[in-house]
């Protein structure tokens, strides 16, 4: 445990108490709203969803809750994730991060609502993408998540849309409007490892799916192993040709590792991995070698360029958050040596940030964002992680 840490954490949940947008029963925070080129315009209020909204907030402030023992932020975050249901009431169900699909997975994590009925369990399976984020794949994840229903349906919507290749199957994008941007996709956001990861879920729950669930799993990390590239140690980012190696959440090391680190948690509970289970420990601890370096290439490069060689802070999405929850996890799967290291890469980096939180770099390179994939939601879930992480779930699989 360090003074460092807790500072930071406590001025982080300070932050985001003092931006609350509250009027008794609207509760919320204002986000960034992008232009066309990607780059933030203006902040805007009246998002509820995961990813950047309401929800997402409140799904943070009630594990911070929990390992701040204080009933205040509690509080805050059922009357936030109240408002957010309200708002999604009547919408459809879609991907994960920005539908109601995540609101009702948010609340009911939280404990607002003790059962979210039969309208996500009996959700259309009518999404055109398939992807975590935006995608069928996000509805199979809440599914088995929230509900008792049969996952059944979605799993052999997922089935039906995959594309097979001699190494597995993946999934394009039906939405895309020229062939690079149809390409499949790695990691957790919006390729494979979201997929999978799904699945996963679905195959250890529901017993009626694990016959299209558990091969359609195998084939997909196969399909993503086989890119691989044991010299870098990493998984390219197909969105372009020059995509690089990342470790990001979205797009990279940090999403398809905690995917995979919650796939051998699952195996533990009796999931059957199957002939993929070795390769799927070996490309585990890959990741974690690969979030550890970028958080040590960080660590080493703020002493001379301060804040200036963290281009998306602490968060989740675009940041060093996912890296640090990573190492987390592998301490959990029996190797503390990680949360010691991850929480001395933490201190360096805190370190290096202005004192003000809202001043910290954000995942839309923006000050002021309390979202949780993209803004300090996010990266106090980090730092509490890393000092109750008995008590704080894991952000990069909202489990």
Do not use: K
């Not at 992008?34 to 509820?48: H, K, S, Y």
């Not at 956001?189 to 729950?205: F, M, V």
């Not at 940030?353 to 300090?376: H, I, N, T, Y």
């Amino acid at each position: 445990m360090t003074s460092v840490l807790e500072t930071a954490l406590d001025g982080c949940i300070d932050a985001i108490v003092s931006t609350v947008i509250d009027s008794g029963d609207r509760v919320g925070w204002l986000s960034w709203e992008l232009d066309t080129q990607g780059m933030p315009a203006r902040m805007v209020g009246g998002r509820a969803n995961l990813y950047d909204g309401d929800a997402g907030v409140a799904w943070a402030l009630a594990q911070l809750a929990r390992a701040t023992d204080r009933s205040d932020l509690a509080d805050l975050a059922n009357r936030a994730a109240a408002s957010a249901l309200r708002a999604v009431e009547g919408q459809p169900f879609g991907g994960l991060l920005d539908s109601a699909t995540g609101v009702v997975l948010a609340a009911q994590s939280i404990g607002v609502v003790g059962d979210p009925g039969d309208a996500l369990a009996s959700a259309s399976i009518d999404v055109p993408a398939t992807d975590l984020t935006s995608g069928l794949a996000g509805l199979v994840l809440a599914q088995s998540r929230v509900t008792r229903a049969s996952t059944q349906d979605a799993v052999s919507g997922l089935a039906a849309r995959a594309s097979r290749h001699p190494v597995g199957v993946c999934w394009a994008d039906p939405l895309a409007t020229d062939e690079r941007a149809a390409r499949p996709l790695l990691g957790l956001a919006h390729g494979n490892s979201g997929i999978a990861l799904a699945l996963a879920e679905a195959a250890s729950r529901d017993e009626r799916t694990a016959d299209v669930a558990l091969p359609l799993l195998r084939d997909a990390l196969r399909w993503e192993a086989a890119w691989f590239d044991p010299i870098i140690g990493g998984w390219p980012d197909l969105r372009s040709d020059e995509g690089g190696y990342p470790t990001m959440w979205c797009h990279g090391a940090a999403g398809i590792g905690a995917a995979r680190l919650r796939m051998l948690q699952l195996e533990d509970l009796g999931l059957d991995l199957g002939s993929v289970a070795t390769s799927v420990r070996a490309e585990a601890e890959a990741a974690v070698q690969a979030c550890g370096s970028e958080l040590a290439r960080a660590a080493a490069s703020v002493p001379q360029f301060g804040d200036a060689a963290l281009l998306g802070g602490l968060t989740l999405c675009h940041g060093l958050g996912a890296s640090l929850d990573v190492l987390v996890l592998a301490s959990e799967r029996g190797a503390p040596r990680h949360l010691d290291a991850a929480r001395r890469f933490a201190e360096t980096i805190v370190a290096a940030l202005p004192e003000d939180p809202l001043a910290w770099p954000s995942g839309v390179r923006a000050e002021g964002s309390v979202s949780l994939f993209l803004g300090l939601a996010g990266a106090a879930v980090v730092l509490a992680r890393l000092l109750h992480p008995q008590r704080v779930a894991s952000p990069s699989l909202l489990v």
